[in-house]
């Protein structure tokens, strides 16, 4: 079965302090896995995705297929990035559906 | 570019009636589009996929004749909820995707709909 999970609704953190969101992912076979964010009355985009391998906004994020993650990571929070999260999958190739983790709230507290 | 837009915005109906909401990629084809629902506080939960010219391919448990779906054009999918019921209001967002290099799927803005 596929499936996302985001272990954390809620996740607060001050300015300049590390911030990691947590994902773990099941699927049978291999999947392409992504991160997107919703900003406060907008709508969903694509913050990055594993196979493109970039840092976007500072945010990172390495798929480690051994223990099934995709943490998404920045060293230094910024107040701007308080948002909400969602870790996705899909398979490869083509018009593949997503399969969107339960979402993280990110604030990031002066 | 990229840019998927959603009408209407949010919509208030009747209970019985029937709703149409449309998903356009106002810059690019796409043959593909998703319909995902999302109730407050929760994810997205993918409903079907819309293939141009083509039957919508229907997720488990999503009733293909309450949630019609044509996509009729390389920039248009529409979405009828027949019949509605207030346990059908909810925000409704469609995604297009983008043929090219990446896999990537872009979002529309959702539509509010609210079943009295």
């Known amino acids: 079965a596929q499936r996302v999970t985001q272990p954390e609704k809620l996740l607060s953190v001050f300015k300049g302090a590390p911030v990691e969101l947590k994902c773990n992912y099941s699927?049978?076979?291999?999947?392409?896995l992504f991160w997107y964010v919703q900003y406060s009355r907008q709508r969903l985009q694509l913050l990055l995705r594993h196979i493109s391998r970039e840092s976007i906004k500072g945010f990172t994020a390495d798929l480690n297929k051994g223990e099934t993650s995709f943490h998404l990571k920045k060293p230094f929070a910024q107040e701007e990035d308080s948002a909400m999260y969602y870790c996705a999958l899909s398979g490869i190739g083509g018009a593949q559906k997503l399969v969107f983790g339960q979402g993280t709230r990110l604030t990031i507290n002066p | 570019g990229a840019v998927v837009s959603q009408h209407p915005s949010w919509v208030i109906c009747k209970s019985g009636t029937s709703v149409k909401i449309e998903c356009r990629s106002l810059?690019?084809?796409?043959?593909?589009m998703f319909w995902y629902r999302q109730f407050p506080k929760q994810s997205l939960m993918l409903m079907a996929t819309s293939n141009e010219g083509s039957k919508a391919t229907y997720e488990q448990g999503v009733e293909k004749d309450k949630f019609l779906i044509n996509h009729a054009s390389l920039t248009l999918s529409t979405l009828t909820v027949t019949s509605a019921h207030p346990e059908d209001s909810s925000f409704y967002i469609c995604?297009?995707?983008?043929?090219?290099?990446?896999?990537?799927?872009?979002f529309g803005p959702g539509t509010r709909l609210t079943v009295l």
């Open positions: 995604s297009a995707h983008l043929v090219g290099d990446y896999n990537e799927q872009f």
């Open positions: 699927y049978s076979g291999s999947p392409e």
């Open positions: 810059d690019f084809q796409a043959t593909t």
